[in-house]
């Protein structure tokens, strides 16, 4: 799996050396606390984007600044790698000559590197998280992650604030597509994939980045599901569904973290020793370095308002905390603050100590401490040759590759789908056509079908995205309007030369009528009608609503077009699942595409046509109901459950036949560990005795494809309301049409560890009749003390 490596190769952070204790021993308080700040580019950059050498040298004397972030651009178009590096090479310098510092220590520079390199102009961007998420593909996530890696780095940028590991267990919440989706176990294993693939071995690998496992924790469960409302959350829910994919991440070797904008239950997280120090330091044992989110130390003086001013804001988070930077960014109170709380003995110097040999021991791991040779200089001018070279294509093959695996059917009544591209021989996937009738003519429409920038989100090359409906900063980046592919072309790619595809709006992102009398004026004329629907790009706060349906004139306007009785096939274009009431019924067949990148109307387009098989699976529940904002799968079993699409569904063009469950091992005492309960005898499990399962799968046809097969454990009855059920393993396996593939999976007692009625994390597993679940397939088993 993933590259060369074994598991126990990747680095990882871990105790602090001797040489970097003495260098903290050595400085001054200033200097100290100058590598605990992150400032913002914009305090040293002019207007134009140009470098202002004045105000680096300012911050390089006066505050020993240690950090700063976000996207370097001129006008709202971002620099390329070589221009990055530049600008942050002369960044090291002026710091570096000006100081009379102790020890001359470079700053780190960090990059929201959430979907590719997209805060650097012509970088690979990839398929949102929600999109990796719903390939259930680790290999894939981990590639992306390599490629971003090395892009990144190219830049002379070391860190990147990525993988993004909420669970969103509220769907109204506007960051629902920038992590991997609802489940623990999914986020664990993808997560993981990712973490190895920004930061491999990073202690020696130049071509690697520090990753950051954000945002620690419950961030994605705003009760409201407005960005950065409060939640109220018990701690077994925080131990049993959020806590686990960070843990592996931690177990994964992430080198930084960072802490969530929320508060739980009162208390914010960034002045929580609850969750800062005892949780993530004492039990998870997370020895990186840790960064709070976005001004977030100031914020419990002017949001939260459990600080009466700005320096009881700091002196809060820093002794209550382990907090070691904070992202201040666009001012030096944060610095003035804690070097008084130093002077007046509020806190400790011991305390500074500890957060400036995690910084230290970072930047010294990532090769930023060999400053006599200038590393940084020669690896990025090494590494831009490598990402100029030839192999941009076969990066790009890799982000088209994620959208095809992402893209996720949910809906195909009488097989409309393939189309039948009638006279297009050998372009169907697999020889094979489709069963529906030969299609002549494509009416497409639909706001997001002939765009950019819906399919791609957020976090591209700016921060609220590249978008002409909201965002006023440039969109002339030829990192994006030169590449990409819409979905009308994508179409058009696809669709054999002689189908007719015409083009009309109809509507626009808001539901107003922009040509809708057009569209029913023409309808006639045309076989189908593909209708490209969803949201605006956003993220963060200016992604909030109010309603999670699909604004009003969006499902008006489908339903006007049901009228005509022409099949329409749709397209969801969302970062999160809106409600789309009528539109299910209307629609003879439902993609979700999610936000598929740039390259995802290329992706579309196959699937459409049956060059490619979709493979995705729903990383989420998507809820019918426009009240149902708190739908996870994984719900305790007696709650009302109606969702519109469970987490996990998603059709293919192929049939997929599961055969019986098998155990393969036998016990120690070399029999098969039937226990007899009553008339029924059960095989067992226990701490002593896993199971391996198998499971034959066969692809019935008519074309090859992908298959995601999970294995999800339920317990009937249990000292405390029990989940549903619960991912505990999933392969993804290619099946040629008429194949079948024997799928193995581990089954162990500690699976079902929950945290009981003593509150004892994942402390209790209560004795009795377990299932195994693999698709319609049921093992039961006697669960043993
Ligand atoms: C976001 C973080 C991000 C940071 C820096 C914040 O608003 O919550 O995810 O890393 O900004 O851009």
Redesign the pocket.
């Known amino acids: 799996m993933y590259g060369e490596l074994e598991e126990s190769e990747y680095d990882r952070p871990g105790e602090i050396d001797d040489d970097i204790k003495i260098m903290v021993r050595l400085m001054t308080i200033r200097e100290k606390i100058g590598q605990m700040t992150q400032l913002n580019q914009d305090l040293i950059l002019t207007k134009d984007g140009e470098l202002n050498t004045t105000a680096v040298e300012y911050y390089a004397k006066n505050y020993h600044v240690g950090s700063y972030?976000?996207q370097l651009s001129s006008n709202g178009v971002n620099y390329n790698h070589t221009a990055y590096a530049s600008i942050l090479n002369n960044i090291q310098q002026i710091s570096l000559s000006v100081s009379n510092d102790t020890f001359k220590i470079p700053i780190i520079y960090g990059l929201?590197h959430i979907h590719g390199a997209h805060y650097i102009a012509n970088s690979t961007l990839f398929p949102q998280g929600i999109n990796m998420a719903a390939t259930f593909n680790p290999q894939l996530v981990y590639e992306a992650a390599s490629i971003t890696a090395m892009e990144t780095r190219a830049a002379g940028v070391h860190w990147t604030?990525a993988p993004?590991l909420d669970i969103p267990m509220n769907k109204q919440w506007p960051r629902v597509f920038e992590n991997f989706g609802e489940d623990p176990y999914l986020s664990s294993v993808l997560g993981k994939a990712a973490i190895h693939g920004y930061q491999g071995k990073y202690k020696t690998d130049r071509s690697k980045v520090a990753a950051c496992m954000?945002?620690f924790i419950a961030y994605g469960d705003p009760w409201s599901g407005q960005d950065r409302d409060s939640t109220v959350i018990s701690d077994r829910t925080i131990y049993d569904y959020l806590v686990p994919n960070f843990q592996t991440a931690i177990d994964s070797g992430v080198a930084t973290a960072?802490e969530a904008?929320i508060d739980i239950n009162g208390e914010p997280v960034v002045a929580s020793s609850k969750y800062l120090q005892q949780l993530l330091r004492d039990e998870m044992k997370f020895k990186g370095m840790l960064v709070t989110?976005?001004a977030e130390i100031q914020h419990l003086y002017t949001t939260h308002k459990v600080a009466s001013s700005h320096k009881e804001a700091v002196r809060l988070a820093i002794h209550s905390t382990s907090i070691d930077m904070s992202?201040v960014p666009s001012d030096t109170t944060f610095f003035d603050s804690l070097v008084a709380l130093v002077e007046e003995g509020l806190i400790s110097e011991q305390r500074i100590d500890e957060s400036a040999e995690r910084l230290l021991q970072l930047k010294k791991d990532l090769g930023l401490l060999d400053v006599d040779n200038e590393g940084w200089k020669v690896e990025s001018t090494l590494l831009q040759q490598v990402v100029d070279s030839e192999q941009k294509n076969g990066r790009q093959q890799t982000s088209i590759d994620a959208a095809r695996q992402s893209i996720t059917l949910l809906k195909n009544n009488d097989n409309i789908l393939p189309f039948n591209n009638n006279n297009n021989n050998g372009n169907n996937n697999n020889g094979n056509s489709s069963n529906s009738q030969p299609i002549k003519s494509i009416l497409v429409i639909g706001p997001s079908a002939n765009d950019l920038s819906h399919p791609s989100g957020a976090w591209t090359i700016q921060?609220q995205g590249a978008t002409v409906d909201r965002w006023h900063g440039s969109v002339e980046d030829d990192q994006f309007y030169s590449q990409g592919v819409t979905i009308l072309e994508g179409i058009r790619q696809s669709a054999s030369p002689d189908i007719q595809v015409r083009y009309i709006e109809g509507f626009d992102i808001d539901g107003n009528n922009t040509s809708m009398d057009e569209v029913l004026d023409v309808i006639k004329d045309y076989d189908v009608v593909v209708a490209a629907i969803g949201e605006h790009v956003y993220t963060?706060v200016p992604g909030n609503i109010h309603d999670t349906r699909l604004p009003a004139g969006q499902i008006k306007s489908i339903e006007m077009i049901a009228e005509s009785g022409k099949p329409i096939v749709t397209i969801l274009v969302e970062g999160r699942p809106r409600i789309l009431e009528s539109i299910v019924d209307h629609s003879s067949a439902i993609l979700q595409a999610y936000l598929p990148g740039p390259w995802g109307g290329q992706a579309i387009g196959e699937i459409l046509f049956g060059l490619v098989n979709p493979s995705g699976r729903l990383p989420y529940t998507y809820p019918k109901h426009a009240g149902d904002l708190m739908l996870n799968y994984w719900h305790p079993v007696n709650d009302v459950w109606d969702p519109l699409y469970e987490f996990g569904h998603g059709l293919s063009y192929s049939k997929f036949a599961y055969g019986n469950i098998s155990i393969v091992n036998k016990t120690d005492n070399g029999d098969n560990g039937i226990i007899s309960q009553g008339d029924v005898k059960y095989p067992i499990l226990s701490a002593t005795q896993p199971r391996t399962i198998t499971i034959p799968v066969t692809n019935q046809g008519p074309f090859d494809g992908y298959e995601t097969v999970m294995m999800y454990i339920q317990q009937p009855y249990r000292r405390l309301t029990p989940p549903a059920k619960l991912l505990k393993g999933f392969h993804k396996v290619f099946l040629e049409s008429g194949s079948t593939h024997i799928v193995k999976f581990d089954v162990t007692a500690d699976m079902f560890a929950y945290t009981g009625i003593d509150n004892i994390p994942h402390g209790t597993i209560d004795p009795g009749l377990v299932h195994v679940l693999v698709h319609d397939r049921k093992l039961e088993l006697q669960l043993l003390d």
């Open positions: 972030l976000n929201d604030f993004v954000k945002h960072m904008y989110d976005w992202m921060w963060e």
